[in-house]
């Protein structure tokens, strides 16, 4: 990758480019790509407004991908959105791409009024690094259950 990225807004014409990003971003979660599936959840999640994406492209070819959910916090009464996907192609890493997709969520924040941003991420994900150099503190405070259906 030679090109300087750019980030902007992902619209539906965007989808069919993201699911093989998307399909690698699940696969480093163990989860087995499945484009069709991934395809569709995609499309639904941007036709009803549910979500954020914003790609980083670099050469014409989307590198990388954030994905944003909106939610509301009780306790500061607004906004907030979790960041809950980032995803930089492997050839396109150490180059700057995460850290201006995280720089976008910020601003986009910001535009929407949010309180906040928030992210969880596996323990061995060495996205970590990128988080806290771009000022995302670590919760120390609360605690994060989950209960599977």
């Not at 941007?46 to 009780?74: K, R």
Request: hydrophobic content about 40%.
């Amino acid at each position: 990758m030679t090109d300087a990225a750019t980030v902007r807004r992902a619209d539906r014409g965007d989808v069919d480019r993201i699911v093989p990003l998307f399909g690698a971003y699940r696969e480093f979660y163990r989860q087995e790509a499945d484009p069709e599936r991934e395809r569709a959840f995609l499309k639904a999640r941007m036709e009803w407004g549910e979500c954020a994406i914003f790609v980083a492209e670099s050469a014409g070819e989307i590198v990388g991908f954030t994905l944003l959910y909106p939610l509301f916090t009780s306790i500061s009464l607004g906004p907030t959105w979790v960041l809950n996907d980032l995803y930089v192609q492997p050839e396109a890493r150490h180059h700057g791409v995460g850290r201006l997709l995280l720089e976008r969520a910020r601003a986009f924040g910001k535009e929407t009024a949010a309180h906040y941003l928030t992210l969880e991420t596996a323990k061995e994900n060495p996205a970590q690094r990128l988080y806290e150099a771009a000022g995302w503190k670590k919760d120390e405070a609360f605690l994060h259950y989950e209960l599977l259906l």
